[in-house]
């Protein structure tokens, strides 16, 4: 092959993303085991599994053009939605800690459809407003219509399941996809409006909660004590997660707050350099609990063995593999290309933003794993698959 051949083939592969998925998955396998270590448990195995599955879909989806993926949005758009009804309304949905996210068919692993809805609402977001004219607020409603309905009942479905986490992510990637569409200012300043009239009515809930637990505590066994109104549907585990945010101070700490308190102690404790690998005692002990330790909380288990420094490299990856994905979307031959790989990002920014902070105390408990680090199948393998589009859309950034 000549160099300029080889210049040819080299200019429509991106490696920057696939050396960090590589990084971040090995560290994840490391950590997983180390988590489990005490249980002797093979969920380590398992990742390895999943892993080669998700490399798998990657390779497919970033050799294949993402024109594909605007071609057929809608088809993808009501698998996604399929997949969700199953999970309430089929005898395949599965309950778990009081949660049915989760299909299982009788053989093989359990999935979890909310993971193909976020990938499904990205795609269709992207292609509402590739296919839509985008101007000033007047002239967008169409589809901005188009669009509320489009997110809001996969949105729906995840909320009620109940998992607040993942329906968040999916309206920030779409606002991301919209600010990138050169919506007007006036539509941001109302949505940040709505926005923040939210969060009031969420801390006015938890105020309520947190007024209901104490006044039930201290009422003798014949006062009946009335439940407060409530104007955010989110179940009783989910308000008392948002109190050991808010009033750390009024949550049993044995109780409601032992995840948060175990998860401060495991990232304070690692200092510097760390306890060493397969040394943690939060994770090891049992003290980061054993149901979670290597899923949502194994930035914690990483920060206790490999301290501040090992953290970096960790956070160093993210920032790599995200702002990576952003400089793809400025470089995308068309909007949707643009569109796409800014709701990719976007994801990615949340789940890794969220993740971290509520291991570290600074936001509430919302179950959000990280990216190619934490335990699970459905999730490793949607994550390559957004990685993949980002590739596709890097490769084909120029009609070669």
């Known amino acids: 092959m000549s160099r300029s051949q080889s210049s040819y083939a080299h200019s429509r592969f991106d490696p920057i993303s696939p050396l960090c998925i590589i990084a971040m998955s090995i560290i994840g396998v490391f950590f997983i085991y180390s988590a489990q270590h005490y249980q002797q448990s093979n969920d380590w195995i398992k990742q390895i599994v999943w892993i080669c599955i998700g490399f798998t879909a990657y390779a497919v989806v970033s050799w294949l053009d993402y024109k594909i993926f605007l071609k057929y949005s809608h088809l993808l758009y009501f698998l996604a939605l399929g997949l969700l009804a199953m999970v309430p309304f089929s005898p395949w949905g599965e309950d778990f800690y009081g949660a049915k996210r989760w299909l299982y068919f009788g053989i093989g692993p359990t999935f979890q459809p909310s993971e193909v809805a976020k990938l499904a609402c990205i795609v269709i977001g992207a292609s509402l407003l590739t296919r839509s004219e985008i101007g000033k607020l007047m002239e967008s409603r169409l589809a901005l219509a188009k669009m509320t309905l489009a997110i809001s009942i996969p949105f729906l479905f995840i909320l009620f399941q109940p998992d607040l986490g993942s329906a968040l992510v999916i309206p920030s990637a779409v606002f991301a996809q919209l600010y990138a569409s050169n919506l007007t200012k006036s539509f941001f300043t109302t949505a940040f409006a709505i926005f923040a009239v939210l969060v009031g009515l969420v801390v006015l809930d938890t105020h309520n909660y947190g007024e209901?637990?104490?006044?039930?505590?201290?009422?003798?066994?014949?006062?009946?004590?009335?439940?407060?109104?409530?104007?955010?549907?989110?179940?009783?585990?989910?308000?008392?997660?948002?109190?050991?945010?808010?009033?750390?101070?009024?949550?049993?700490?044995?109780?409601?707050?032992?995840?948060?308190?175990?998860?401060?102690?495991?990232?304070?404790?690692?200092?510097?350099?760390?306890?060493?690998?397969?040394?943690?005692?939060?994770?090891?002990?049992?003290?980061?609990?054993?149901?979670?330790a290597h899923n949502d909380f194994i930035f914690s288990v990483i920060a206790e063995e490999t301290g501040f420094l090992g953290s970096v490299v960790v956070v160093s990856l993210f920032g790599l593999l995200i702002g990576n994905n952003i400089r793809i979307a400025t470089i995308a031959r068309d909007r949707f290309g643009t569109l796409l790989v800014m709701g990719v990002a976007t994801l990615f920014t949340i789940h890794f933003f969220v993740n971290i902070a509520m291991t570290i105390g600074l936001m509430p408990i919302t179950g959000l794993p990280l990216p190619f680090l934490s335990h699970g199948g459905t999730f490793m393998v949607s994550c390559c698959v957004l990685q993949g589009l980002a590739q596709s859309v890097y490769r084909f950034r120029k009609e070669f």
């Open 212 to 292: 209901y637990v104490s006044a039930k505590a201290e009422a003798k066994e014949e006062q009946i004590v009335e439940r407060p109104h409530y104007w955010i549907p989110i179940r009783d585990y989910q308000r008392q997660r948002m109190m050991g945010f808010i009033y750390p101070e009024k949550v049993d700490r044995r109780d409601a707050g032992w995840n948060r308190e175990q998860s401060i102690i495991s990232v304070g404790s690692g200092g510097l350099t760390g306890k060493g690998y397969l040394k943690g005692n939060q994770a090891q002990l049992g003290y980061l609990p054993r149901a979670v």
